[in-house]
């Protein structure tokens, strides 16, 4: 399984918005980046998902490195529901998702 | 709605005593997976099933068993829970492809004494 490096914590202010990176030297050409996010006392959640192009869906974008060795997740206006674990994880056709220890984001209000 | 159920969401036993967790998905997804999250070691695979009578060994099988008898159930069962199985429990579930997003339940919490 491929890996991803992420930094253990992130803090950032409401209503900013946080810019999460997300490194993946390794990556192969058909792997694509999911970040999933796990708010405290619940199940992981979907946030957004890319293969080459940058993406935006209601809940962030995602923007990929043009040699894909990295990505950065971005919340363009954080609020404190926002705070949570943000993993970033590479999929390759297989389901299975291999969840690293991802960033802690806290938001200060 | 679209969701992943499990039961219970918490529970208390002692070692020895067989349980079974249950979940259930309602989106006719073919592929489910159970997870065990522990402080400092993250999510870690359990076992999966891409389709009915089809399931397979994750990272960490030892311990557990699983059926899928019908599509929208994947039971995780322990015959002889033990206290190292004390952990979080996520079940989850997706349609097969590789951009399928997966839909995690909302745990089960489990303390063996």
């Known amino acids: 399984d491929a890996k991803t490096t992420q930094p253990n914590s992130m803090e950032s202010n409401e209503e900013e918005p946080v810019h999460l990176p997300c490194n993946h030297s390794?990556?192969?050409?058909?792997?694509?980046i999911h970040w999933y996010r796990q708010l405290p006392s619940q199940g992981p959640e979907y946030v957004i998902h890319?293969?080459?192009s940058n993406v935006n869906n209601r809940m962030a974008s995602l923007a990929i490195a043009e040699d894909r060795k990295s990505s950065t997740l971005i919340l363009h206006r954080a609020t404190l529901r926002d705070a949570a674990v943000y993993y970033c994880i590479l999929k390759q056709g297989a389901q299975k998702l291999v969840f690293g220890q991802g960033t802690r984001l806290t938001i200060n209000p | 709605e679209a969701q992943v159920t499990q039961n219970p969401r918490y529970l208390i036993t002692v070692t020895g005593k067989k349980l079974t967790v249950t979940c259930s998905q309602n989106m006719n997804h073919e592929y489910m997976s159970w997870y065990r999250q522990d402080p400092g070691l993250g999510l870690r695979q359990i076992y999966y099933?891409?389709?009915?009578?089809?399931?397979d060994k994750g990272d960490v099988p030892e311990g557990y068993k699983v059926s899928r008898k019908e599509k929208r159930n994947f039971p995780l069962i322990l015959e002889s829970p033990s206290p190292n199985q004390t952990s979080l429990y996520f079940c989850?579930?997706?349609?097969?492809?590789?951009?399928?997003?997966?839909?995690f339940g909302p745990g089960t919490r489990l303390l063996v004494l």
């Open positions: 890319g293969l080459t």
């Open positions: 989850a579930s997706s349609a097969l492809g590789t951009e399928e997003t997966q839909y």
């Open positions: 099933s891409m389709n009915v009578e089809v399931t």
């Open positions: 390794t990556i192969s050409g058909t792997d694509y």
